[in-house]
């Protein structure tokens, strides 16, 4: 397995080595996409939960008038995947793309769900991973709700991640629910 | 529903619908299949046949045309097909529920099967053989998608008096597939 340290980073605040979590390790296969490839498609079972070793990576769901509406990012050390249909084992509504190209590390709901039998310290992880999840998730839905465009583009560069300035503008403007026109008027501004 | 645009994730999107909803109907019972509604009408695994038959004559053009087009920085946002694959495209999905705009089949497409004989086995071929050309037709919209598409125009299935890029011919052949569907829906009912 050598993507040991990036596992070990990704599910910190845990303390997890081959010696005492060897069943945690072993269940990761690595995957590799071309840019514009589809990780996952709308109608389509996600079948893995994924651990982003390079490339950035955009879901979206397609709106009524044909448009791609992005809802958000996956990245370098981050975990990628459609997180609702791969728990409930569902069709996805969303697309995941690789905007970039793209390798990941992945396990199966069956692995993902042997973790917590196996190792009780991962129900604290969990706990962890979902409150930051559901902060994240209302911050943004405020931001959006309340914020000019101006301010959530402001808000978004002040805390943007690096890998997010190398994709195409018209994904960033959806994000932040504006065209890609005022997006680049925004950014001129600013720099 | 009338489109102005063809978009390739909305394309899949509606495939991997069809594929879904295939998957669900596997469930009806042999009979069901065979079972013609009316004496004139087809049975659901004669609809199933006649989706296959009307795939395979674009198999060739269109896998001939995606090793030939150029490919392109990203991906395709959209297309706006030509006004006569776009009137055609326009009348072949179902509205409602409802099929509009009947159309006469030629003889070439018309599915040639013995229902008396049929059994379990052979109607799994057949449903089979179709999921796999959903996914053949699935595979074909992911690589015109990063292709310069447009580029190139082919006859479509009557002739020259259409001619369809490879977008144009998997809207076609999509849409034609959801009135299919619809049909199939209807014939299992009884």
């Known amino acids: 397995m ?55 990576q955009a879901i979206y769901i397609i709106g009524n008038n044909g448009d791609k509406k992005v809802i958000g990012f996956s990245f370098d050390g981050s975990f990628s995947g459609v997180y609702d249909s791969f728990l409930e084992e569902s069709p996805s509504h969303y697309f995941l793309e690789a905007l970039t190209p793209s390798t990941l590390i992945r396990t199966t709901l069956d692995d993902y769900n042997s973790w917590f039998t196996l190792y009780p310290e991962f129900n604290y992880w969990g706990r962890i991973v979902h409150q930051h999840l559901l902060i994240g998730r209302v911050k943004r839905e405020i931001e959006l709700i309340t914020m000019t465009a101006k301010e959530r583009f402001d808000a978004f560069i002040e805390r943007c991640p690096a890998p997010l300035l190398t994709i195409p503008q018209k994904y960033l403007a959806s994000y932040l629910n504006m065209t890609p026109e005022t997006f680049s008027r925004l950014r001129s501004l600013k720099s | 529903m009338a489109r102005t645009h063809i978009k390739p994730e909305i394309q899949i999107e509606r495939i991997n619908a069809l594929r879904n909803t295939l998957n669900q109907l596997r469930s009806k019972e042999n009979r069901n299949w065979l079972h013609r509604p009316h004496s004139k009408s087809w049975s659901a695994i004669e609809v199933a046949k006649h989706m296959l038959i009307a795939q395979e004559v674009y198999e060739t053009k269109i896998e001939s045309t995606l090793s030939r087009l150029k490919p392109i920085e990203g991906s395709l946002e959209a297309i706006r097909p030509n006004r006569t694959p776009a009137f055609l495209i326009k009348r072949f999905p179902p509205q409602n529920g409802e099929i509009k705009h009947k159309m006469k089949t030629t003889k070439k497409f018309e599915p040639v099967l013995d229902l008396t004989s049929l059994s379990n086995t052979d109607v799994a071929t057949i449903l089979d053989q179709l999921d796999s050309s959903l996914a053949q037709l699935k595979s074909w919209v992911t690589a015109y998608r990063t292709t310069d598409v447009t580029a190139i125009r082919f006859n479509s299935a009557i002739g020259a008096i259409v001619r369809f890029n490879a977008a144009e011919a998997c809207e076609f052949i999509l849409c034609h597939n959801e009135r299919h569907f619809q049909q199939m829906a209807n014939a299992l009912k009884g």
Request: hydrophobic share 40%; glycine share 6%.
């Open chain 1, 2 to 56: 050598q993507h040991i340290p990036l596992l070990q980073r990704a599910f910190q605040p845990l303390d997890l080595n081959p010696a005492s979590h060897p069943e945690f390790f072993k269940g990761w296969e690595e995957v590799q996409f071309k840019r514009s490839d589809f990780i996952t498609e709308s109608g389509v079972r996600e079948r893995h939960f994924y651990v982003v070793v390079s490339g950035v």
